[in-house]
């Protein structure tokens, strides 16, 4: 037996793997699935998660010959995570190696060649490689896969790919469910036929709690150890809302049941989210280790994750739910422009398919951490698509190079009048609208880099001053996860470390200075132990500088660099963060108090940052919403550029009544004395 994709001999392992695939629900459906999609342009599955959709239907797809010479099957994933690894399974499974006849490509990483004829890619990128290529031609059939999650790039796509399939009648789209509201689908597809995977789910018993918990995390934890001390066999997955929140909770989880000794068996705990390491998320698959002797207690497997683990990903083995009923969100509120990341509570629709991960494998138990009667009465039906709380101003630049104009009836939920006002309104200031809200030469460049609008106006235009090297830095530096590692047991000499990076005018500049120091250090991953740095944030921030670097260079976008020893050095580059992030501004008040300006909320600095001083005037990177309203990666700058370089934002005229405005006031007229 030959490998046709590789004319190779099939290994072992591919037959053993063939074997379990063939369990899968799917391949029940097979051939009604190929006989339907042969027929009709659009087809609609619908199937639990683990049914095999993500991993089945792609090879279904290759092995039913609808592909041409140089044509390829795209396979959409909504976050990098459940990209990357669905691709590492479905390579395993074809008996390839990943990246070349079966790939991925997930932001600013491509791992895919020539070769490659079955893709996985995030929705983004997919709405990405649409800008250079509007009617995907190298693809033969599209999937839109785990199309219930409603990220906002699947939303743009169902409205985008509806254009698309008009003008391609050769193309094939197939959209995946693991939920069973799908008739608006079905509505936006003309009707497209409907196909239900019947699932194979064992029973999950849910239990709830009498009343409400006041910590869920120390309730959670509790749970995990009540589960290893009395429950039978069987794996655990907790669902928490954020990566410290996880981190946290296995280290807690670990050293409670280690402090009870040998009177129960070994764990293994394995956080889960989505900045991790993809060989670690690879580990989080396999299954708990084999006892330590023969005749031990087995290994219990706990995976504490956040919500990926609830559609995105599907782990074997889980016996045990733990769903304390929150999910971390993030929310755009138009009316004072800030997005906030909250802890919130999940919908109906969640818990749902959370309770549903302990029935994979066999009968399950899902503890929820709170009274039946909060589910029935106090959760939402379903959760709120992104579309409708996100904001907008990067898709409304994608829409507008992809040529929609149509903000409210390319939409399966239009969002909201406000947040899309709000967007075009910062895209008009930021110069990539005109006042028509058509693209301008500027924004047509910006919208090439897959960056948020104002960091991608600041590296267009930082060239103007002088500094475009170190503004890449200082974006790639941005983009990455948190660099400084701050272990609980050593966060003082974290902190002083941290200390020797600090720049005094601010946290941009400071993560300047770490990468500079870690590119001087020869990318030394002892240097970086030592020094309390992420090795892997670096990494991940070099390969995004390298593919900036690359977009700078398609429109001829300069890169240099103030002499160093110039006092003009950092202050050519707080200009061009200026330019970029004008409308991101705070205010030091006379009460103490920083108030963001037009919108008047008062923030706080994050206690993250590296100032020595409290600024009169800071420019910050984002708003988090936490215990107070924090703002983080703040930087010193001088009231006067502001009305240097963003003349039309601090126009006064449409400014609201504040000390601010009084303080400008008069910056406005001294420079008008000084001319
Ligand atoms: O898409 P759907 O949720 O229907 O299922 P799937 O992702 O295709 O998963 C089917 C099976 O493949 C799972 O039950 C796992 O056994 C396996 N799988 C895996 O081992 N590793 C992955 N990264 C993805 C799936």
Request: glycine share 4%; proline share 6%; hydrophobic share 40%.
């Amino acid at each position: 037996m030959f490998n046709r994709w590789t004319g190779w001999k099939y290994s072992q392992r591919y037959f053993e793997m063939l074997d379990k695939r063939k369990t899968l629900p799917v391949w029940k459906k097979k051939f009604q699935f190929l006989q339907y999609l042969h027929d009709n342009q659009t087809v609609i599955l619908v199937g639990e998660t683990g049914s095999g959709k993500s991993t089945q239907i792609p090879q279904f797809v290759l092995e039913a010959d609808f592909l041409e010479k140089h044509s390829m099957v795209a396979c959409t994933q909504p976050n990098r995570v459940a990209a990357m690894s669905v691709s590492r399974r479905v390579a395993e499974e074809m008996d390839v190696t990943i990246g070349e006849e079966v790939g991925y490509i997930i932001q600013f990483e491509d791992c895919s060649s020539p070769k490659t004829i079955l893709k996985y890619l995030t929705d983004c990128m997919l709405l990405r490689e649409a800008m250079a290529d509007p009617l995907l031609e190298r693809y033969k059939v599209i999937i839109l896969d785990k199309a219930h999650e409603r990220t906002l790039a699947t939303d743009v796509l169902f409205g985008y790919l509806i254009e698309v399939l008009r003008n391609r009648p050769d193309l094939k789209l197939v959209i995946m469910s693991a939920t069973l509201e799908v008739e608006k689908f079905q509505g936006w597809f003309n009707g497209a036929p409907l196909m239900k995977v019947p699932g194979r789910l064992h029973p999950v018993e849910i239990f709830y709690t009498v009343d409400p918990e006041r910590d869920y995390l120390e309730a959670a934890i509790r749970t995990v150890v009540q589960i290893h001390l009395y429950q039978p066999p069987g794996d655990i997955l907790v669902f928490l809302t954020g990566e410290e929140e996880v981190e946290n909770a296995c280290r807690k989880i670990t050293k409670e049941i280690c402090n009870l000794g040998d009177q129960v068996g070994p764990i293994k705990v394995f956080p889960l989210y989505s900045t991790l390491s993809p060989a670690m998320q690879q580990e989080i698959f396999q299954p708990a280790p084999a006892p330590l002797n023969e005749d031990g207690p087995p290994v219990r497997k706990i995976v504490v994750s956040t919500n990926i683990a609830e559609t995105s990903l599907t782990i074997d083995g889980i016996v045990y739910v733990i769903d304390p009923g929150f999910s971390e969100q993030y929310v755009y509120n138009p009316r004072i422009r800030a997005e906030s990341v909250l802890v919130s509570p999940i919908s109906k629709s969640s818990a749902h398919q959370r309770s549903r991960c302990a029935g994979r494998t066999q009968t399950g138990k899902c503890f929820r951490l709170y009274p039946e009667r909060s589910f029935n009465n106090d959760l939402q039906p379903q959760s709120y698509p992104e579309i409708l709380r996100l904001n907008l101003a990067t898709t409304v630049l994608t829409l507008k190079k992809l040529g929609i104009d149509d903000f409210v009836h390319s939409f399966l939920d239009p969002p909201a009048p406000e947040t899309l006002m709000r967007a075009l309104e910062v895209l008009n200031y930021l110069g990539a609208l005109d006042d028509d809200g058509n693209l301008t030469k500027l924004g047509e460049i910006m919208s090439e880099f897959p960056l948020d609008p104002q960091m991608s106006k600041m590296l267009v235009v930082s060239a103007e001053f002088n500094c475009s090297n170190e503004i890449l830095s200082i974006s790639a530096m941005l983009s990455v996860p948190n660099c400084f590692v701050r272990p609980r047991e050593a966060k003082t000499a974290a902190d002083e470390a941290k200390a020797h990076f600090g720049h005094i005018d601010g946290d941009h500049l400071t993560l300047l200075n770490v990468y500079h120091a870690y590119k001087q250090n020869n990318e030394d991953p002892s240097w970086c132990f030592d020094n309390f740095i992420n090795q892997r944030a670096l990494k991940a921030a070099d390969n995004v500088r390298q593919q900036l670097v690359r977009i700078m260079a398609r429109f001829n976008l300069k890169l240099c660099s103030s002499d160093f020893n110039s006092p003009d050095y950092y202050v050519n580059i707080r200009k061009a963060l200026l330019s970029g992030y004008f409308t991101q501004v705070a205010h030091l008040e006379r009460t103490g108090h920083y108030l963001t300006m037009k919108d008047n909320q008062v923030v706080h600095l994050h206690p993250s940052n590296c100032l020595d001083h409290k600024p009169e005037w800071v420019i910050y990177n984002e708003n988090v919403l936490t215990s107070k309203n924090f703002i983080r990666t703040v930087t010193d700058i001088p009231g006067d550029w502001l009305i240097d370089i963003a003349p039309h934002y601090y126009d006064l005229s449409n400014f609201p009544s504040c000390e601010a405005k009084r303080v400008l006031k008069r910056l406005y007229r001294d420079t008008k004395n000084r001319k």
